[in-house]
C-alpha cells in the first residue's frame, strides 16, 4: 500500500484550527448561560463538568499550534472571545504569542492582563524580544522583569532599549555567531559541533580580528564546501552589506530586499561587530509599515484593531474626521460666495459637485504614484521637474477628453450650450490644478520630513473641492 | 594607524551611484547637442571623442553595480536616460537587471529593445527566471529562446510555464537539493563538498525515499552539528512545511511570515518532490502585491511606471475617472431633484458638500480596515455580524458628535435653527449607510471572488454622495 503522503499544512489547517476554536468558545458561551440558570442543582454540576471539559478540550488544541498561529487566530477572535481563549493559554505559549501579535491587539490584551499574570509570561521572553516589546509593556512590568535578570543581561537590555524603536539597534539580535579570522574551517566547525544548536536565521558567521572589527562573513554553504584546514578568512565575502544601530529600519528592510539577505552584521562607527540583523524581524517590520501605511491615508492613525472596542474606534478616527469636517466647511464658504448666482441658476448647484469630484480623483491618482515613488526612494530631485511636466500634461490631455464630455452633456441636460462650456472649461482647470497639488503636496510633506501618506489626500481633496467650487461657480457668474 | 572601517554599504552609495549616472547622461545629452551642431569639423571629432570617453566611464560604472541596483536606477530615471543606459549594459548584466525590475518599467524596456538584442538578453537567464519572465516577453523571442534550449530542460520551462502566474509553481525553481534518507551525514556533506557552490537560500536539504517522496527536511546547520555516520533522516524535522504547485502565491506568502521560512519543498499530490520555493522570489512577490493594491486603490489598474509616457498614463487611469464620472453625474441627478428646494433655500447648496464629503470619508475608514482584515485572512463569518455591529455602533457615536456638531454651526451661520436640525439628522443617517456599505461592500466583492481594493471605494463614495445629498435636501424639503 502506497503511504499517503501528509497534505500540505499551513491554511486549511489553520481556518480549521480558527473554525474548531470558534465552535468551542461558542459551546463554552451557551454552556455558561445555562450554568447561571442553575435549575437543578444537579444539572448545574453535569454543566459545570461539561463547561471543563470543553476548555480542557480546547487547551489540548491550543497547546499544539504554532505561536505566530495561535496569534493570528486571537487576532480573528471578538474582544470578549480573546480574552477567554488567551486566560487558557500558558505562560510560555503566551509570551511567544505576545511577540507575534500585531500591535493593537497585543496593546488590548497586555492591558486586559493582571500584573501578575503579566510579568510571569513576560519573564518568559528571551532577551531580543524582551527588548523589542519593552515599549509595549507596562513600566512597572518592565521593571519587576529587569530586576530579575541577571547583572549583565540587565546592561544588554538597557542598552537595546535605548535605541529608537525602529531602528536598526532596536531590531537586532546579540547571538551574532562570530568567529576569528585565524580560524581554520575544521576549527569552526568544531566549535559549530558543541553547541546543540544555532541560533535561528544563522545562515553565515561573522568573522571578526583580534579587536573584534568585522572582517568578513562566511556562510555555512562555505563552510560545508571548505577544506578542513582553510582559513575561514580565505572562503569569507570580504564586503557584506552591514548595518549601524542608527540606521533606520526602512533602510535595512530595502536592502534586505534589495540583496536578498537572510542575516547581516550591525556594528559600530569604527566597525567592531555589535550584533546582526535577521530576515524575519525585517519582514515583521515590512508587513507592520505597509499595514499602517494603507490605514493612514485612511485617517486611521498608528492602526486599529478590527475588534477594537466603539470607544476606542471612534476616538482613533476622530481627528481625521475634525480635520475633513473643517475643510469641507471652508470649501463649502467657497459656495456661499455664489450664492446669488445659484438662486439665478440652480443648475449650478446640481453640476458643481461633479466638477470637485473628479478633481479629487486624478489628484488622488497621482498622490498614489508620488508616495510609491518616494516610499521606494525613486523621486531624486533631478526627476521632480519631469514628473510635474508629466503630470501636467498628462492632466491637459485627460482635461480637454473628461471636460468635453462632461460639457457635452451637461449643455444637453440643460439644453443651455454657454453652461456646457463652463463646466468644460472648469473640469479642465480643476484637472491642472490637481496635478500640481497631487505632485507638490506629499513632496512637500516628505521635504519637511513627515509622513506624506498621512494628510496629503486630505489636503489635496481640499484643494479640488475648493477650487471645484470657486471655477465652476466664477466662470458661472462671469460668463453666464 | 587604526584602518578605517568600510562605512555601512547600500542607502548613501546608492543614492550616489544615481547622481553620478544621471550626471554622466547629462553630460551625454549636453555633448549630443553640441555634436548637433557641427560647427567646424575638427570640433566634432574632439566632442565625439568625448562623447565615448564618457559612456566608456559610465559603463565602468555600471558593471560593478548589483542587478537590484541598477534596476533601482533604471526605474529612477525618466525615460530617455533610461533607455540610453540601458543601451549601455551588456547582455548578461540587462538580463539579470531585468528580472529585479518592476513590471511596468520592465515593460517598456522590452518593447523598446530589439528583437535581436532581447533574444541575447534573454538568452543568458537561468531556467527559473526564464519560466517567471515568459509571460512578459514577446511570443517571437521566448520562441527563438526556447528553440536554442536542450530538449530536457524546454520540457522544464514549459511545465513551469503552464502554471497560472501567481501560482507556486510559477515560482519555484527546480533545483531542490534532494538527499535519500539512507544517506549518513557525512556521505552528504562529501557529495556537496564536490560542487563548487549551493544554490541561493538553500538553508535545508529536502529528504527523499526511493519513491523519491518527500520524507523530511534536514538544515545545513544539523548537517554541520550532526555526527559523520549518522542517518540524515534522525537529524531532519519529519514535517516541514510543504506547498503544492498549484497553491497560490498568497497563501505562500502568508506562510513565509507566519513560520519565517527561507526555503521550503514544492511536492505533488502524492508527495513527490517537485520543487523548491525560497523566500526572495516570495518577498518580491509581497512587494509587487503590496505595491498594486495601494494603486488599485487609487484606481491605477497594473501599476504604472513613474514616468510612463503622457499618453499611456491617460489611458492607464481612464477607465476608473469614466466611472467615477458616471457616478457623479447619478448622485447630482438626486440633488436635480430638489431644484425648487434649493432655490427656496440657497444656504442648502452650500451645506450639502459637507454632509456627502463626512459620510465618504468615514465609510473609507470603515472599508480599509475591512481590506486589511480580508487581506490577512482575519474575518471569518462568525466575526462579520460582530463587526457590522460595532460599525454601526461607532458610526452613531460618530454620528451623534459629528452631527451635533455640524448641526450647531449651521444654525449659527445661518440664525436658523430648523436649517441646523436638519444637517445633524443626515450626517447622523449618512454615517450610518456609510458604516453598512463600507462593511458590505469590500465583503460581497471578496465574496463574489472580486478583489475588494479595487472599486470598493468608488461604490462607497457614490452612496455616500447620493444619499448625502438625498437626506440632507429630502429631510429639507420635509421640514423646512
Do not use: C
Not at 576549527?187 to 572582517?215: K, S
Not at 481627528?319 to 443648475?347: D, H, K, Y
Amino acid at each position: 500500500m502506497e503511504s499517503a503522503p501528509q497534505s500540505s499544512r499551513s491554511e486549511a489547517d489553520l481556518q480549521s484550527a480558527l473554525e474548531e476554536i470558534t465552535a468551542v468558545l461558542e459551546r463554552h458561551r451557551v454552556l455558561d448561560l445555562l450554568a447561571h440558570r442553575q435549575e437543578t442543582p444537579n444539572r448545574a454540576v453535569v454543566e459545570q463538568l461539561q463547561r471543563r471539559q470543553n476548555l480542557v478540550d480546547m487547551q489540548r488544541r491550543v497547546r499544539a499550534l504554532h505561536p505566530a498561529d495561535l496569534a493570528f487566530i486571537l487576532e480573528s477572535l471578538p474582544p470578549a472571545d480573546r480574552l477567554l481563549l488567551w486566560k487558557e493559554i500558558d505562560a510560555r505559549q503566551a509570551a511567544e504569542t505576545l511577540v507575534e501579535l500585531s500591535p493593537v491587539p497585543r496593546q488590548s490584551l497586555i492591558e486586559a492582563t493582571g500584573r501578575e499574570r503579566l510579568v510571569e509570561i513576560v519573564g518568559k521572553l528571551d532577551m531580543h524580544d524582551l527588548a523589542w516589546l519593552s515599549d509595549a509593556l507596562p513600566e512597572g512590568v518592565m521593571q519587576a522583569v529587569s530586576d530579575s535578570l541577571e547583572s549583565s543581561d540587565r546592561d544588554l537590555l538597557q542598552e537595546s532599549i535605548a535605541f529608537p524603536e525602529d531602528s536598526v539597534g532596536h531590531l537586532m539580535t546579540r547571538e551574532v555567531g562570530a568567529v576569528r579570522d585565524s580560524d581554520t574551517v575544521a576549527g569552526v566547525l568544531a566549535d559549530l559541533r558543541e553547541r546543540a544548536q544555532l541560533p535561528a536565521y544563522m545562515d553565515r558567521l561573522f568573522v571578526i580580528d583580534a579587536r573584534h572589527i568585522l572582517r568578513g562573513a562566511v556562510s555555512l554553504q562555505a563552510l560545508i564546501l571548505g577544506h578542513p584546514d582553510e582559513l575561514v578568512s580565505s572562503r569569507m565575502d570580504k564586503d557584506p552589506v552591514r548595518f549601524q544601530p542608527n540606521d533606520t529600519a526602512v533602510q535595512a528592510a530595502r536592502a534586505f530586499e534589495r540583496y536578498d539577505l537572510v542575516s547581516a552584521p550591525v556594528v559600530t562607527e569604527r566597525g567592531k561587530l555589535l550584533g546582526r540583523l535577521t530576515v524575519d524581524s525585517v519582514m515583521d517590520f515590512v508587513r507592520r509599515s505597509a499595514d499602517s501605511d494603507a490605514l493612514a491615508m485612511a485617517g486611521l492613525r498608528g492602526g486599529e484593531d478590527l475588534f477594537a472596542s466603539v470607544w476606542h474606534s471612534a476616538r482613533n478616527r476622530s481627528p481625521w474626521l475634525l480635520v475633513n469636517l473643517i475643510t469641507a466647511f471652508v470649501a463649502s464658504r467657497f459656495i456661499g460666495l455664489f450664492e446669488s448666482t445659484i438662486q439665478q441658476l440652480v443648475a449650478l448647484a446640481t453640476l458643481m459637485p461633479v466638477v470637485a469630484s473628479i478633481g479629487g480623483n486624478t489628484g488622488n491618482q497621482t498622490i498614489a504614484l508620488v508616495i510609491r515613488g518616494l516610499a521606494m526612494d525613486q523621486l531624486p530631485r533631478s526627476s521632480t521637474r519631469h514628473l510635474l511636466r508629466k503630470e501636467l500634461n498628462v492632466s491637459i490631455l485627460s482635461g480637454v477628453m473628461w471636460g468635453g464630455l462632461v460639457g457635452v452633456f451637461a449643455a444637453v441636460l440643460y439644453r443651455h450650450l454657454a453652461l456646457g462650456l463652463v463646466m468644460a472649461g472648469a473640469v479642465l482647470l480643476n484637472l491642472v490644478i490637481a496635478a500640481i497639488v497631487g505632485v507638490a503636496v506629499p513632496l512637500s510633506l516628505h521635504g519637511i520630513g513627515r509622513d506624506p501618506a498621512q494628510g496629503s489626500s486630505v489636503l489635496l481633496t481640499f484643494v479640488t473641492d475648493s477650487m471645484g467650487f470657486l471655477l465652476f461657480l466664477g466662470l458661472a457668474r462671469l460668463f453666464l
